[in-house]
């Protein structure tokens, strides 16, 4: 039911930093999970982070574990990926997601997606 915009992709030099944002549309944002995920060309779709609606508990991948940080502001229906050390291998279009029920950390999980921001570290 959520709609989802990104925002905040470009380039950057590896070392750098890059705060990506997600605007949400739905009355109910606050009883979503909210996740980003990332592909690059050619490869599977990746779990990036997680936040858990109720609780703030959040959930990252061992790739990104103290790099990236996940928060949300329910007021402003916003979630958002801080990501720090930027290294090459994280080139890729990342997607914001929803998920109204339990997750696992797997794309099927989540229920509303949105249109992906490009982000391209060099080296």
């Known amino acids: 039911q959520v709609q989802l915009v990104e925002s905040g992709g470009g380039l950057v030099q590896a070392g750098g930093s890059l705060e990506l944002a997600c605007a949400a549309s739905?009355?109910?944002?606050?009883?979503?999970?909210m996740g980003w995920f990332r592909q690059a060309p050619g490869q599977e779709r990746d779990f990036v982070a997680a936040?858990?609606?109720?609780?703030?508990?959040?959930y990252y991948a061992d790739s990104v574990k103290g790099r990236f940080s996940i928060s949300r502001d329910n007021s402003k229906n916003m979630v958002f990926l801080q990501m720090n050390s930027l290294k090459p291998e994280d080139t890729a279009v990342y997607y914001c997601?929803?998920?109204?029920?339990?997750?696992?950390?797997?794309?099927?999980?989540?229920?509303?997606w949105g249109q992906g921001t490009q982000v391209t570290v060099s080296s």
């Open positions: 936040m858990h609606c109720c609780g703030g508990r959040t």
């Open positions: 997601a929803a998920a109204g029920g339990n997750f696992y950390y797997e794309p099927a999980d989540f229920d509303s």
């Open positions: 739905g009355r109910t944002f606050s009883n979503y999970h």
